[in-house]
């Protein structure tokens, strides 16, 4: 099973400020690398796949680099509606998730 | 505007089977894939398993030996059956489709909590 590790757990961003969310796999996935929003009582939201391009309707404020093992989410410039958990997906071989990033309001 | 709505019991006793239904409205089930996802209360998520509208399916190896994901194309429906839950089995359940242009959830339920109880 690929393990699939954020950093941090829990970041702390000041509104307008720029987030910068890491995701590892525990071995190459390629570009295999999913991002989800998810606020509190709802679904997850898929915001970028392919480890850069945006899903339909995300803005351009969130995206996504990185290939192989290391992979990075940037926001930015935090917008209120932004704060939320982010969780990483890598869809190379099945499906396993991260643990989740917070990030919460400074 | 296609919307899931999972149903069924919110209590589930240790060593029995738990089984969930997830209803498609707003657009056919045929031609999807589909899925089950869990989240345990306050932790990350965990996929279960994928099925096509065809019946064919794919499931997390952790969970296979007790994971069935059957589809009713006639009610616009699928399903979801854990055998032998604990405790670790408790969880907010999704339902989610899968787009077709990247094969991931495009249009989730809202999530049903799962207790496993006695």
């Known amino acids: 099973e690929i393990v699939m590790t954020q950093s941090p757990a829990t970041l702390s961003v000041s509104p307008g400020e720029r987030a910068t969310l890491s995701c590892r796999a525990s071995?190459?996935?390629?570009?295999?690398l999913v991002w989800y929003q998810q606020k509190p009582g709802q679904a997850p939201r898929l915001l970028i796949y392919g480890a850069s391009t945006r899903a339909t309707g995300i803005p351009a404020r969130f995206s996504g680099s990185g290939s192989g093992t290391e992979f990075t989410l940037t926001i930015s410039s935090l917008q209120s509606e932004d704060f939320a958990v982010y969780y990483c997906?890598?869809?190379?071989?099945?499906?396993?998730f991260g643990q989740g990033t917070k990030v919460e309001i400074k | 505007q296609v919307q899931l709505q999972e149903s069924g019991p919110g209590l589930v006793k240790p060593s029995e089977t738990l089984s969930l239904t997830c209803t498609v409205s707003g657009g056919s089930i045929s031609g999807y894939y589909w899925s089950w996802i869990r989240q345990p209360p306050g932790k990350g998520l965990e996929w279960i398993g994928n099925?096509?509208?065809?019946?064919?399916?794919n499931y997390n190896p952790s969970l296979k030996s007790r994971v069935t994901i059957s589809v009713d194309t006639s009610k616009n429906q699928f399903s979801l059956k854990l055998s032998s839950v604990t405790a670790a089995d408790t969880a907010v359940y999704y339902c989610a489709r899968l787009s077709r242009a990247v094969a991931l959830p495009d249009y989730w339920g809202q999530g049903t909590l799962v207790t496993v109880s006695s």
């Open positions: 099925i096509y509208s065809s019946g064919s399916t």
């Open positions: 997906q890598q869809d190379n071989d099945w499906w396993t």
């Open positions: 071995q190459s996935v390629s570009s295999d």
